[in-house]
């Protein structure tokens, strides 16, 4: 019993600071109207198009511009006040997501203005999310960070568990403008939280040129064996396994036949798998054996994927939606602790960026081709095609495990005793 009291505690020790702990509430407001908005938008793109492949291009332009925007967003936020960017990001957001929640009430949106406005806040994001996720460090400190990492990454699952909820049915109550109101005033909060706390000045790069300080990040990240493989891994999950999201409208809709509120709660499951997910990654400390963790949760992912694309029923599919996000909180959550509390103080932006790069630069492609391929083979075979190519990268970086390798590497007895 006093075992489990120090585990808990441990898991929970970043929520002794007063600070994480407003900052925490309000972003878990502000998640839960993302979720909302990422639901509603989606069924409303497949609502007015029909097709697969738009939902592959809103994906596109949701996470296109980190492709491109994320190295550069890792040196601004080396180099400016966190907490100032993450306002005025935030800020912006507020604004996207009132212009799009004009729009859809008053029956004037069309596909290209949900397009449009998901590229821009793709923009915006690119920003914001370096910014956010490095500011934790100055709230809590290196010794808490996984424990932060993982409880924000938990609040952001938990929102993803209860926002496509909400959104299930209050979009197919009153329509999909209502979930992007709802978004634009959850703003409030996390913008009230960051005016509310206090952070010590953070370390910032010292001056140079764009392009050095870009080499530089770049060589940390290439440069270190551990680094290289771990961000690897997350390209992968990015491209294929990351892929469902794009997917789950036309398994709610044509697959399984449930509708809106379907979607809704296969959006949920996903989240709550998440959510234990992410937990369980917050009971970690120091950073022995990430790359094991890392490849158990992208397999989990990758076997989750292929039930899914099995099943024909509601309730089935939830279950393997479970598995997915456990894998995937597992993994994610692993990697962001580990990149944080690995880097140099200076660089931790710059390294945080390139796995966002990975991340959601990779879905950008993987999510378009997603679209392409439902579009002509259909979505079970889509997700089963992913969910495989998640499990061959899960056994591929299980290999690097030492003692896996000793176990492969063994001469294989043949049938008249001798060895070759």
């Known amino acids: 019993m006093g ?10 020790r970043a929520l002794r600071h007063r600070g994480f702990r407003v900052y925490w509430v309000g972003q878990w407001v502000s998640v839960n109207g993302s979720w909302m908005q990422t639901t509603a938008q989606a069924w409303l793109v497949y609502r007015l198009t029909d097709s697969p492949l738009v939902l592959g291009v809103l994906s596109a332009a949701r996470f296109g511009p980190s492709l491109l925007g994320a190295p550069f967003a890792g040196v601004m936020t080396d180099r400016f006040p966190r907490r100032l960017l993450v306002l005025l990001t935030q800020s912006a957001s507020l604004v996207q ?8 009430l008053s029956g004037a949106v069309r596909v290209w203005h949900v397009l449009a406005l998901a590229f821009l806040q793709g923009i915006v994001d ?13 709230i809590v400190g290196i010794e808490d960070l996984q424990s932060a990492v993982s409880l924000n990454s938990s609040a952001f699952n938990a929102a993803r568990m209860l926002g496509p909820a909400l959104a299930g049915v209050l979009g197919a109550a009153y329509g999909e403008g209502v979930c992007f109101a709802v978004n634009a005033a959850s703003y409030l909060a996390v913008l009230v939280a960051l005016l509310m706390i206090r952070t010590p000045p953070a370390v910032l790069a010292p001056s140079g040129s764009m392009r050095s300080h870009l080499a530089e990040g770049l060589r940390y990240a290439w440069g270190d064996r551990q680094v290289r493989l771990i961000l690897a891994g997350v390209a992968v999950t990015s491209a294929f396994g990351l892929s469902y999201m794009t997917l789950l ?7 399984l036949h449930a509708g809106a509120r379907g979607f809704g709660v296969l959006m949920a499951s996903a989240g709550l798998g998440a959510v234990f997910g992410a937990l369980g990654a917050a009971t970690r400390s120091g950073t022995r054996g990430t790359r094991l963790v890392m490849a158990l949760g992208q397999g989990a992912l990758g076997v989750g994927l292929v039930g899914l694309a099995l099943t024909r029923h509601l309730a089935t599919a939830t279950g393997w939606l479970v598995f997915v996000g456990l894998g995937v909180a597992i993994q994610l959550s692993t990697t962001n602790g580990f990149l944080q509390t690995t880097a140099p103080d200076h660089l931790r932006g710059r390294v945080v960026s390139r796995y966002i790069w990975l991340f959601s630069g990779r879905a950008t492609i993987g999510g378009l081709a997603a679209g392409w391929v439902a579009e002509h083979v259909g979505a079970p075979w889509t997700a089963a095609g992913a969910g495989a ?25 043949r049938a008249d005793g001798r060895k070759h």
């Open 3 to 12: 075992r489990l009291a120090s585990r808990l505690r441990h898991t929970f």
């Open 97 to 104: 997501a009132s212009l799009l929640a004009a729009l859809t």
């Open 126 to 138: 690119t920003l914001d999310m370096p910014a956010r996720q490095t500011l934790q460090v100055d």
């Open 249 to 255: 409208p036309v398994f709610a809709r044509d697959v």
């Open 389 to 413: 190519v998640c499990v061959l990268s899960a056994l591929l970086m299980g290999l690097e495990m030492p003692f896996l390798r000793r176990a492969f590497a063994r001469p294989v007895g």
